[in-house]
């Protein structure tokens, strides 16, 4: 089996707010992170893909098509958004707070199933060069 | 150093000088919801020098080479630590971040940057191989009330980086 990672950049804003609390208890636990007026970062997506190589194409997958997978998918979806706003799975009500991780984990819903001849095996999404978050598709 | 690993004191010692209680701690480890991974990575440069006592002068120089410099030598080291567990319903994290680092600074930062690893309670017995930090690294943030650490990586240099977790074998998702 061979992994193959792909790489893919998107720039978002968000701010981290639950809507169940008050607004000190969202300030008291979410910091600078719970200003409603937002902040932003370029975050790096690392997609890995688990497969055999296709004895034909030498290939896991077709970079090319994951390429596109990934940009219709997510940065066509995310870049330059404001993930809390404009982003479905993010919005008020939803209860899915735009964390590193569950930007991880949302980024997986939206591309299982999707890629055909391998199996997603990583999400990695790093929003800077010092931290970064992996989903498997635990639940 | 491989080759030398059945000869040199290794296992580094826990350190009993920190608070493992979650109390005052927002961050809570919680038994349901997907299972994710977070890592941060942090920066510390200090001096070592590979020596063990359970080798002669000439053996050392064999063994370790350059970095048996009686001086010493330094690095930058890039420590990556990893913290596992299901995503907080109410919080969308794995653990507070601003915890996590609070931890990392009183724990790690200022007990190792800057220092000279030779001299530290930690390597009294254990050579200072980055194998060996990466174990008392390890350790030290199992300390952590917040989240379960999974894996401590540390690049040495550019070129030489070492991994640690309790978990590798047991499953090849980390």
């Known amino acids: 089996m061979i992994l193959l990672t792909r790489k893919a950049e998107f720039s978002s804003a968000h701010y981290y707010w639950n809507e169940s609390w008050s607004k000190e208890e969202n300030e008291r636990v979410f910091g600078r992170c719970a200003n409603k007026n937002g902040h932003g970062h370029n975050y790096t997506l690392e997609v890995t893909v688990a497969g055999e190589v296709d004895p034909v194409s030498g290939f896991v997958v077709d970079l090319k098509e994951l390429k596109e997978i990934?940009?219709?998918?997510?940065?066509?979806?995310?870049?330059?958004?404001?993930?809390?706003?404009?982003?479905p799975e993010f919005a008020a009500g939803t209860g899915m707070i735009p964390t590193?991780?569950?930007?991880?984990?949302?980024?997986?819903?939206?591309?299982?199933?999707?890629?055909?001849?391998?199996?997603?095996?990583?999400?990695?999404?790093?929003?800077?060069?010092?931290?970064?978050?992996?989903?498997?598709?635990?639940? | 150093?491989?080759?030398?690993?059945?000869?040199?004191?290794?296992?580094?010692?826990?350190?009993?000088?920190?608070?493992?209680?979650?109390?005052?701690?927002?961050?809570?480890?919680?038994?349901?919801?997907?299972?994710?991974?977070?890592?941060?990575?942090?920066r510390l440069s200090a001096s070592h020098r590979l020596h063990s006592e359970a080798y002669t002068e000439e053996e050392n120089r064999t063994v370790y080479g350059k970095c048996n410099n009686p001086h010493g030598h330094g690095h930058n080291y890039g420590i990556e630590v990893t913290m596992g567990g299901p995503v907080h319903g109410q919080t969308g994290m794995v653990c507070d971040l601003g915890e996590l680092d609070e931890f990392a600074w009183t724990h790690l930062l200022e007990r190792f940057d800057h220092k000279n690893l030779n001299t530290?309670?930690?390597?009294?017995?254990?050579?200072?191989?980055?194998?060996?930090?990466?174990?008392?690294?390890?350790?030290?943030?199992?300390?952590f009330g917040g989240a379960r650490v999974v894996r401590v990586r540390i690049e040495e240099t550019g070129n030489n980086s070492f991994e640690y977790s309790e978990e590798l074998g047991r499953t090849e998702t980390i």
């Open chain 2, 120 to 143: 530290l309670d930690a390597f009294r017995e254990a050579v200072p191989t980055t194998e060996n930090f990466t174990r008392e690294v390890y350790r030290i943030f199992q300390g």
């Open chain 2, 1 to 42: 150093m491989g080759t030398a690993s059945t000869k040199i004191a290794s296992g580094a010692k826990a350190p009993i000088d920190f608070d493992q209680s979650m109390a005052g701690l927002k961050s809570r480890p919680i038994k349901t919801g997907p299972r994710a991974y977070l890592t941060r990575r942090y």
């Open chain 1, 100 to 139: 590193t991780e569950n930007i991880a984990i949302a980024i997986w819903r939206r591309l299982e199933g999707k890629i055909s001849g391998a199996k997603l095996h990583r999400v990695r999404v790093y929003e800077m060069a010092d931290l970064f978050a992996d989903y498997y598709g635990e639940r």
């Open chain 1, 70 to 87: 990934l940009q219709r998918e997510v940065v066509s979806v995310y870049d330059h958004r404001h993930l809390n706003l404009e982003v």
